[in-house]
């Protein structure tokens, strides 16, 4: 009787849990097409453009995604996605040492060659006395000129087509959307700008060579990191520079220290920020983030 | 009765041992090598066949065609002239195919490392049994053989094979970690390292690592700066192996555009793009040509099954003094044992009786050597091609 | 009639110029032991291939154990060999590829009773206990001596309970001692089963055990 009891408890458990296990079968419909990003101003344009159609996605980087070194876990996620929208321009140096499928990936930058801004001043190095072998540089940052954003965005939306043909009206429709508004930044940039014209500016690092061209802004660049503190070398270079280039505001890519900040200022320059929102912030998204940097440079002039 | 003369033939044969081994050999290789180099070859001739029909073009430096062949689809050691990477942009350019790089040069303890693209692999649908596909530089995945003659598997390393003892320039062994382990196919990737074709060109030495030249922990390697140049003298040290560490500082001196392929898979698709895209290497100012495997290869099969009528040919005659020695064997011993069948028949045995017991013998014999020489077929049919296929490789 | 009746037998060697042989009459008597003597040459083994249907006559007849073999077909002549005959041979003629049993079971080997009847084994073990080779069943030919030999050679003769054991000098290969027991084996067997025995022989020392022997020089017409 006890095994006969067991026996039935045992056709019943496997009756529930046949029950269970039909409940949470896979699910049936086709799952979203990958979308992976290279850094955060695609990442926002993307998920702009495409809305819920797809699932974009950006890899977990801690500071800044041009220098961003992917591993062998990363790579799993690079080769599962079914596009990888890249800057182009030479932002992504992993593409150098990474093996993905090219049909895969969208360079928002391919068609607008004769837009980017070559690097002057590289360091370079070689083998031997045979010869010199060049590393040719380009400026990567390109989203910081308003105009070449609208440009990636459309690359972006053709992309995003050919991957979801039966949305290209869709994201049509939302890439228009995101022009506008990347137009009107373009607009509040210029206003804020144009009062800096001719005006001598220093740039922390040689990241916005974009905005310099843009908008006409008399710039020099130097290699400083926000939290380090210059070496006597960098300020006799800096006096240097300023002797010829005697510049009143130094745009920083973060907020520098406050010993930086005083030195500066004893020497009549104002520090402001301009984040070049490469990478994600919890203050905001990319317009936020843009028009931030818009009003800090406005409020620089007073 | 005739059961009793089986048993009696049966019991003589066995009696008899080394003289019945040898009649059943002579037989059964009488039987099997005209069978045997008919399978082989039409075997072998349809391995190979398959993958060259499986390839719809090839380009390649001009040369020897068959060499081409070879070496991109069975990884054949002889290396055809190399053509530039530039090649593989080229045909991307027109438009009317897709391309997939191949660089062979390069061994890793006999097994040939294929420097090519992620493309090659849904190309030749090659799945994966383990761990994942290469993803950096320096990664590699081996084919099913490999992994178990080199005892290797996801997280193992190889190093590739200097080319000379004395090869003190560029070409250096790099340790290249297995990241993947195919799926047995049944075909020369089984026998392969793949790698990323910039991981092949790092072989070469034309790409590297080193310390950075800029950072003043450097400044022992550095032979002089001038300006934005700065030149390292010998005592640099490159990394022979790439890590998560060091993979930042791998670089290519000068555009890769110019770096060496043994040949591009050429991936039209459909057959008017295939015919416009040979049409235009015909005298193409490059010197590149594009060709058809499965052409090439009719040729070379049109060749090898002449010569296998050759030899079977040659076989029948042998087959023939075979059995006029068989013959004269049994004639013999059926002299020698004239005593045992008179006796037989004294004690009332028919003629028939004893021509059943002779018969049963040679029945024997030829049962014997036809189950045999099925079995050899058979085995030669599963792994004797594998075997003839992978000596195209060496 | 049981016994052997032969009347003016006549018999010649197909090619021409060759042996004849004329038996005005010979008659042996069922159960009887002859020993048969001559010179060589004479046609003593010819006489015993004639009566075990071997041979034909060219004319005359020959009556074996009630049975007329002069006009028998060759089909019916094997039967009678296989069924009332046994025979020993001078040099043993066992085939050395079977075991010492399955020597023995030749005669129905060559028939279509099957080897595997188990009332074949049970004779043949009952045969080599009664010549003292009940051991050496397992064994093959040149694992026994000459004269264990000979005695499986009677156990085969045996085998079918023959009317007929004719034996042609089954002693020549063997040494004195064994020449004895294998004599005494015959004639102890053939009386064992009721059958005739007739030995071709040269050796005179053996005669005494016999209760006939018939100088065959006497028997043919000159």
């Known amino acids: 009787m006890r095994r006969l009891t067991l026996l039935l408890l045992l056709i019943l458990l496997g009756a529930c849990k046949e029950q269970v296990t039909g409940g949470s079968r896979p699910d049936d419909h086709a799952a979203k097409p990958q979308v992976l990003t290279s850094n955060y101003p695609l990442y926002y344009f993307t998920s702009e453009i495409a809305g819920d159609v797809v699932d974009v996605q950006m890899p977990e980087i801690d500071g800044d995604p041009a220098m961003w070194v992917p591993g062998a876990a990363d790579i799993p996620q690079l080769q599962a996605a079914d596009l990888i929208v890249i800057n182009g321009a030479g932002y992504e140096s992993w593409l150098a040492y990474t093996s993905l499928d090219n049909d895969r990936l969208l360079d928002t930058t391919k068609d607008i060659q004769d837009l980017l801004l070559p690097i002057e001043n590289v360091t370079l190095h070689q083998h031997g006395p045979e010869g010199e072998h060049s590393h040719k540089g380009t400026a990567f940052t390109t989203w910081l000129d308003p ?37 009107e930044l373009d607009r509040s940039f210029e206003q804020v700008f144009s009062n800096l014209k001719d005006q001598p500016l220093v740039f922390s690092h040689p990241v916005y060579q974009y905005l310099q061209k843009r908008y006409g802004l008399n710039a020099r660049s130097v290699h400083w990191e926000p939290d380090t503190e210059p070496g006597v070398k960098e300020w006799v270079d800096f006096q240097n520079l300023l002797r010829a280039h005697p510049a009143k505001l130094m745009i920083w890519e973060g907020q520098p220290s406050p010993v930086i900040i005083e030195r500066l200022q004893d020497q009549g320059i104002q520090s402001v920020v301009f984040n070049p929102v490469a990478n994600q912030d919890a203050a905001g998204d990319y317009f936020v983030l843009m028009s931030a940097n818009a009003g800090r440079i406005l409020g620089s002039k007073k | ?151 290797v598997g996801p997280g193992d390393h190889l190093v590739s094979s200097p080319e000379t003892v004395f090869d003190l320039a560029g070409v250096y062994p790099l340790k290249m970690q297995v990241v993947g382990v195919l799926a047995r196919s049944g075909s020369p990737d089984d026998d392969a390292v793949f790698v990323d074709v910039r991981t092949a060109w790092v072989i070469q030495g034309l790409g590297h690592g080193h310390d950075d030249l800029a950072r003043g ?119 020698l044992r004239r005593g045992e069948f008179m006796t037989l028949k004294r004690m009332g045995a028919s003629r028939s009786f004893v021509a059943t017991l002779i018969a049963s013998e040679i029945g024997f014999v030829l049962l014997g050597s036809v189950a045999l020489s099925a079995l050899m077929s058979w085995v030669t ?14 | 009639m049981s016994g052997i009746q032969i009347s003016n037998l006549q018999f010649s060697y197909a090619s021409a110029g060759g042996f004849r042989m004329h038996i005005p009459r010979l008659d042996i008597a069922a159960g009887e032991c002859v020993a048969i003597v001559g010179p060589s040459g004479s046609g003593k083994t010819t006489l015993l291939n004639l009566m075990a249907g071997t041979f034909v006559p060219r004319s005359g007849e020959i009556n074996v154990a009630g049975q007329r073999l002069d006009n028998m077909s060759d089909a019916a002549r094997r039967r009678f060999r296989i069924d009332r005959v046994g025979q020993v041979f001078q040099a043993f003629e066992l085939l050395d590829y079977l075991t010492v049993s399955e020597n023995i079971l030749l005669p129905r080997l060559i028939d279509s009773e099957s080897r595997k009847n188990s009332g074949s084994q049970q004779r043949i073990q009952s045969l080599l206990s009664s010549v003292g080779l009940q051991d050496k069943a397992d064994k093959r030919p040149d694992e026994l001596s000459h004269g264990e030999r000979q005695r499986v050679a009677v156990c085969r003769a045996m085998l079918n309970r023959p009317a007929l054991l004719l034996a042609d000098e089954p002693t020549g290969n063997l040494d004195q001692a064994n020449k004895q027991k294998v004599v005494e084996l015959l004639i102890s067997q053939a009386r064992t089963h009721e059958s005739m025995l007739l030995m071709v022989t040269h050796d005179h020392s053996m005669l005494d055990a016999f209760e006939r022997v018939i100088d065959f020089a006497e028997l043919v017409e000159k």
Not at chain 1, 154 to 183: D, H, M, N, T
Not at chain 2, 54 to 64: D, H, I, Q, S, V
Not at chain 2, 284 to 293: A, F, K
Request: no cysteine.
């Open chain 1, 147 to 183: 105009r070449i954003a609208v440009e990636q965005a459309r690359a972006i939306a053709r992309g995003l087509s050919v991957l979801v043909p039966a949305q290209a009206e869709a994201f049509k429709s939302r890439l228009v959307l995101l022009e506008q508004r990347l137009v």
């Open chain 2, 381 to 394: 049919r599963h792994y004797a091609t594998e075997f003839l296929l992978s000596l195209v490789t060496l």
């Open chain 2, 1 to 151: 009765m005739m059961t009793g003369a089986f048993f009696l033939g049966w019991r003589y044969l066995r009696f008899h041992r080394f003289k019945s081994l040898v009649l059943l050999a002579s037989v059964t290789l009488m039987m099997f090598l005209p069978t045997a180099t008919r399978l082989l070859v039409a075997d072998s001739a349809t391995a190979l066949t398959a993958r060259a029909q499986a390839t719809p073009l090839l380009l390649g430096e001009r040369g020897g065609e068959l060499e081409l062949v070879l070496n991109a689809l069975y990884f054949h050691a002889e290396q055809p002239p190399v053509l530039p990477y530039s090649a593989l942009g080229d045909i991307e350019a027109s438009g009317l195919a897709s391309g997939i790089p191949l660089y062979t040069r390069f061994r890793s303890r006999g097994a040939p490392i294929v420097g090519t693209s992620l493309d090659y692999f849904a190309f030749r649908n090659l799945q994966l049994a383990g761990g994942r596909m290469m993803g950096l530089l320096g990664e590699a995945v081996v084919g099913a053989n490999v992994a178990s003659e080199q005892a």
């Open chain 2, 217 to 335: 922990d450097s400044s022992a390697s550095v032979l002089s700066r001038n300006e934005g140049t700065i030149t390292a003298n010998a005592s640099l040290k490159q990394f022979n192996e790439i890590t998560a560490e060091n993979i930042r500082d791998f670089h290519f001196h000068g555009g890769t555009s110019g770096f060496p392929l043994s040949a591009v898979i050429v991936v039209p698709p459909d057959d008017k793009s295939a015919t416009l895209l040979r049409g235009r290497y015909q005298n193409h100012e490059s010197g590149y040509q594009v060709l058809v495997p499965g052409n090439v290869l009719d040729d070379l099969l049109e060749t090898v099954f002449t010569i296998q009528n050759y030899v079977i040919l040659g076989l029948m005659m042998l087959s023939l003094a075979t059995i006029a020695v068989v013959t004269l064997v049994f004639l013999l011993s059926q002299q």
